[in-house]
């Protein structure tokens, strides 16, 4: 809705009585209703774009009525005639605001959802009613063919809201912008120049040849949008509508009303659907630019959470380095004779300081893997070896006393390419996650096998296992699955860094796991 300037009903009405008069006076001297019917178009283009409010929609319509009165009066229509055709006029237009206001409140037909509400609402349905009273005026003045009458009449009306009120509600200050750039000025006065020209070719020989001009048309929407294309359908409607009512038009068999009848068919079901078109690339590339702002925004937050990641590790590095230091010098008795109760209390804070140092590193870890700050080194690297040395490195885990943990290879030739340091920081977590979790299955197994181009490599345990929802959570950061108040320790960003260092390495990583069954963590890597 934009602000609406003082003169802008009388302008209007000034426009619709023109119209009225032209329209009138035209279909007159072809002894027909009128084909096209313009003043609907501009009046409810104008009406939804600048009323506001009960106050402003009452002083809009009396001025449409006035103006539509006046028209009639000025094509030599007597004043009871008139004033039954203004009304009828009326019907239609404030049906047709009724309607958009209804069923397209948003009024953005570069949108199809809402181009196709406008034109099916506003245009096709809102002049049904208005053609029905029509016949009780055509009935008095003698009109004989009233089926005749009440198709030129509701698919004139439609056209003339469909046409007119799609290019007045799509010249938004923005579109105009764009439009008005000088290259797009070039473009658009050349193929606005080239619609006459397809014109001729379709319809000069004996044959009509509509389908000449989609590739214009669609050539039009895609160039210039939603107000181009409505723009162009003006013009191609009054060639087609005008010239068919004076008996020249492109369908030359028939009567004058049949031929005004093809050409109305032709625009509004040959010709209109372009504009539906239009509206599709234009919310396409609205929504891609708005993916595109999105996506923007969505790296300037993750670099900016990655900063301060970063900044919070170095920031706890320090201090926490310096309570181990004096934990350990309290603990070993530099500092003093110590009881046996500061004993263990010094190796509390010890442990905690050092879990506090873990989360550190791998906030460090994260920050870095996220900004791209990590770099891994891809060499062909021995899986089983890897796994027998992470496998070495477990068992002196408290948690691996009571844990069997095996190394199964699968063929020969189980060669990846990674950065093997990063690779063992990654297969270590897992199976660090699979004591701690899965434990009480008493056995971890460590896998590795060929598949297709790829080397496997599996961390199973045959614990409590996960739910499905559980598993769609795993690898988000700091998402401990319901567990932070458990006696496991953690802190919920390990498998984060572990899905990011083996992306890193060209690789994907991945769960299978139900309730009760263990879980398996798998990685693929490319094959060496």
Same mark, same amino acid.
């Given at each position: 809705?934009?602000?609406?300037?003082?003169?802008?009903? !009388? *302008?209007?009405?000034?426009?619709?009585?023109?119209?009225?008069?032209?329209? /009138?006076?035209?279909?007159?001297?072809?002894?027909?209703?009128?084909?096209?019917?313009?003043?609907?178009?501009?009046?409810?283009?104008?009406?939804?774009?600048?009323?506001?409010?009960?106050?402003?929609?009452?002083?809009?319509?009396?001025?449409?009525?006035?103006?539509?009165?006046?028209?009639?009066?000025?094509?030599?229509?007597?004043?009871?005639?008139?004033?039954?055709?203004?009304?009828?006029?009326? /019907?239609?237009?404030?049906?047709?605001?009724?309607?958009?206001?209804?069923?397209?409140?948003?009024?953005?037909?570069?949108?199809?959802?809402?181009?196709?509400?406008?034109?099916?609402?506003?245009?096709?349905?809102?002049?049904?009613?208005?053609?029905?009273?029509?016949?009780?005026?055509?009935?008095?003045?003698?009109?004989?063919?009233?089926?005749?009458?009440?198709?030129?009449?509701?698919?004139?009306?439609?056209?003339?809201?469909?046409?007119?009120?799609?290019?007045?509600?799509?010249?938004?200050?923005?579109?105009?912008?764009?439009?008005?750039?000088?290259?797009?000025?070039?473009?658009?006065?050349?193929?606005?120049?080239? !619609?006459?020209?397809?014109?001729?070719?379709?319809?000069?020989?004996?044959?009509?040849?509509?389908?000449?001009?989609?590739?214009?048309?669609?050539?039009?929407?895609?160039?210039?949008? !939603?107000?181009?294309?409505?723009?162009?359908?003006?013009?191609?409607?009054?060639?087609?509508?005008?010239?068919?009512?004076?008996?020249?038009?492109?369908?030359?068999?028939?009567?004058?009303?049949?031929?005004?009848?093809?050409?109305?068919?032709?625009?509004?079901?040959?010709?209109?659907?372009?504009?539906?078109?239009?509206?599709?690339?234009?919310?396409?590339?609205?929504?891609?630019?708005?993916?595109?702002?999105?996506?923007?925004?969505?790296?300037?937050?993750?670099?900016?959470?990655?900063?301060?990641?970063?900044?919070?590790?170095?920031?706890?590095?320090?201090?926490?380095?310096? /309570? /181990?230091?004096?934990?350990?010098?309290?603990?070993?008795?530099?500092?003093?004779?110590?009881?046996?109760?500061?004993?263990?209390?010094?190796?509390?804070? !010890?442990?905690?300081?050092?879990?506090?140092?873990?989360?550190?590193?791998? *906030?460090?870890?994260?920050?870095?893997?996220?900004?791209?700050?990590?770099?891994?080194?891809?060499?062909?690297?021995?899986?089983?070896?890897?796994?027998?040395?992470?496998?070495?490195?477990?068992?002196?885990?408290?948690?691996?006393?009571?844990?069997?943990?095996?190394?199964?290879?699968?063929?020969?030739?189980?060669?990846?390419?990674?950065?093997?340091?990063?690779?063992?920081?990654?297969?270590?977590?897992?199976?660090?996650?699979?004591?701690?979790?899965?434990?009480?299955?008493?056995?971890?197994?460590?896998?590795?096998?060929?598949?297709?181009?790829?080397?496997?490599?599996?961390?199973?345990?045959?614990?409590?296992?996960?739910?499905?929802?559980?598993?769609?959570?795993?690898?988000?950061?700091?998402?401990?699955?319901?567990?932070?108040?458990?006696?496991?320790?953690?802190?919920?960003?390990?498998?984060?860094?572990?899905?990011?260092?083996?992306?890193?390495?060209?690789?994907?990583?991945?769960?299978?796991?139900?309730?009760?069954?263990?879980?398996?963590?798998?990685?693929?890597?490319?094959?060496?």
């Amino acid at each position: 809705m934009e602000a609406s300037h003082p003169l802008t009903p !009388v *302008l209007t009405g000034v426009a619709v009585a023109v119209l009225v008069a032209m329209a /009138i006076a035209y279909g007159r001297s072809a002894g027909l209703v009128a084909g096209l019917w313009g003043a609907s178009g501009v009046a409810v283009a104008v009406w939804l774009r600048t009323s506001r409010g009960r106050n402003s929609d009452m002083t809009f319509a009396g001025v449409m009525a006035i103006s539509i009165l006046i028209g009639e009066i000025i094509a030599g229509n007597k004043p009871p005639l008139a004033l039954a055709f203004t009304v009828v006029n009326m /019907i239609e237009i404030v049906a047709a605001v009724l309607l958009a206001r209804r069923f397209s409140p948003t009024l953005n037909l570069s949108s199809l959802n809402g181009a196709v509400s406008f034109l099916f609402f506003a245009a096709v349905l809102a002049p049904i009613p208005a053609a029905l009273a029509s016949l009780v005026v055509l009935m008095q003045m003698g009109q004989t063919d009233l089926w005749q009458g009440f198709q030129t009449w509701w698919f004139g009306h439609a056209l003339g809201i469909a046409v007119l009120g799609s290019m007045g509600l799509s010249l938004t200050r923005t579109t105009l912008a764009k439009l008005l750039k000088p290259k797009k000025m070039v473009e658009a006065v050349i193929l606005f120049g080239l !619609v006459p020209v397809f014109y001729y070719v379709a319809f000069a020989g004996n044959v009509p040849l509509g389908f000449v001009l989609l590739p214009l048309l669609l050539a039009i929407a895609v160039r210039l949008g !939603v107000a181009g294309i409505a723009f162009t359908l003006v013009i191609l409607t009054v060639l087609l509508v005008g010239s068919a009512m004076i008996g020249q038009g492109p369908y030359a068999q028939g009567s004058p009303t049949e031929q005004v009848l093809m050409a109305q068919m032709l625009v509004l079901i040959g010709y209109m659907p372009v504009l539906l078109v239009a509206s599709l690339l234009e919310e396409r590339d609205l929504l891609a630019d708005r993916a595109r702002l999105g996506r923007e925004r969505a790296e300037k937050a993750s670099e900016a959470k990655s900063r301060l990641l970063a900044n919070v590790a170095h920031e706890i590095k320090s201090p926490v380095a310096g /309570i /181990i230091g004096i934990g350990d010098l309290w603990r070993q008795g530099h500092l003093g004779p110590i009881t046996p109760q500061q004993t263990e209390m010094s190796e509390m804070l !010890v442990t905690t300081a050092r879990q506090v140092e873990t989360l550190a590193h791998d *906030l460090l870890d994260v920050a870095r893997a996220e900004s791209g700050a990590v770099r891994v080194e891809l060499r062909p690297t021995d899986i089983p070896g890897l796994l027998e040395d992470v496998r070495r490195i477990c068992l002196l885990r408290p948690d691996a006393e009571t844990v069997a943990i095996e190394v199964v290879c699968e063929g020969d030739g189980l060669i990846a390419v990674a950065d093997s340091q990063r690779f063992a920081q990654v297969v270590t977590n897992l199976t660090v996650n699979a004591l701690k979790y899965g434990g009480s299955g008493g056995r971890v197994i460590l896998r590795a096998l060929r598949e297709d181009d790829c080397v496997r490599v599996e961390v199973s345990d045959f614990g409590p296992g996960l739910s499905v929802q559980k598993q769609a959570q795993l690898f988000e950061p700091f998402n401990r699955l319901g567990l932070e108040r458990s006696t496991v320790e953690g802190h919920g960003v390990g498998l984060a860094l572990a899905k990011r260092l083996v992306e890193l390495q060209g690789g994907s990583i991945g769960v299978i796991s139900a309730p009760g069954e263990g879980a398996t963590f798998w990685i693929l890597l490319p094959k060496a």
